[in-house]
């Protein structure tokens, strides 16, 4: 079946570095790829999406890029702050419509 | 003020005791999903829904039922609840697919 994998499980950075989460799908029919995040005991929120026609999407310090070919996508924190710890969690929607997450990674960010 | 409620909130109950989780939208959504959140393992869809009376097995659907009689609502329903079912569940809705989902509070379910 289809599936989602997501680099690295847990992520430690400084306060002001750059964080990188790295996610690859296997359906390559797959045309949507959200990205959420959800702090301790609360809801997943969707952060960033992109779609299978663009290369790459920024919003403020967080961008995603896609390459369709190599079937990756990747989620860039730049200026971490401490109210951007949380688990983050990439999805792919398949060309019928289901979502498929990945398993999360742990973001720390130290003061 | 748009949101997705999710009720019971927690649930402790036995093996085999009928239960139904409650899922309600108030944004007019098309889709609507339900997920299970284990330790390590993300968020796994059960079942979804893409619109009244069109429902779909997710990953995981097995020991689940639901249903889409209504576009807002969309209950889970556990026939006969086994410990591998304990969990916390969240109910989702999107304006349509291949958009932003909103997820609910979450439904912490416990089978003994």
């Known amino acids: 079946g289809e599936n989602v994998e997501q680099h690295p499980s847990t992520l430690s950075v400084q306060e002001g570095d750059s964080a990188v989460i790295k996610c690859t799908y296997s359906d390559s029919a797959s045309n949507y790829f959200p990205w959420y995040k959800q702090e301790l005991g609360k809801r997943p929120q969707l952060i960033i999406d992109?779609?299978?026609?663009?290369g790459e999407k920024k919003d403020q310090r967080i961008a995603v890029t896609l390459n369709k070919t190599a079937k990756h996508f990747s989620l860039h924190i730049t200026e971490t702050q401490p109210e951007d710890s949380a688990v983050y969690f990439c999805a792919a929607e398949t060309s019928y419509d289901k979502v498929i997450f990945g398993p999360g990674t742990s973001l720390s960010v130290i003061p | 003020e748009a949101q997705v409620t999710q009720n019971p909130r927690y649930l402790i109950t036995v093996t085999g005791k009928k239960l139904t989780v409650t899922c309600s939208q108030n944004m007019n959504h098309e889709y609507m999903s339900w997920y299970r959140q284990d330790p390590g393992l993300g968020l796994r869809q059960i079942y979804y829904s893409m619109n009244v009376e069109v429902t779909d097995k997710g990953d995981v659907p097995e020991g689940y039922k639901v249903s889409r009689k209504e576009k807002r609502n969309f209950p889970l329903i556990l026939e006969s609840p086994s410990p591998n079912q304990t969990s916390l569940y969240f109910c989702?809705?999107?304006?349509?697919?291949?958009?932003?989902?909103?997820f609910g509070p979450g439904t912490r379910l416990t089978v003994t």
């Open positions: 992109i779609r299978s026609n663009v």
């Open positions: 989702a809705s999107s304006l349509r697919t291949r958009s932003e989902q909103y």
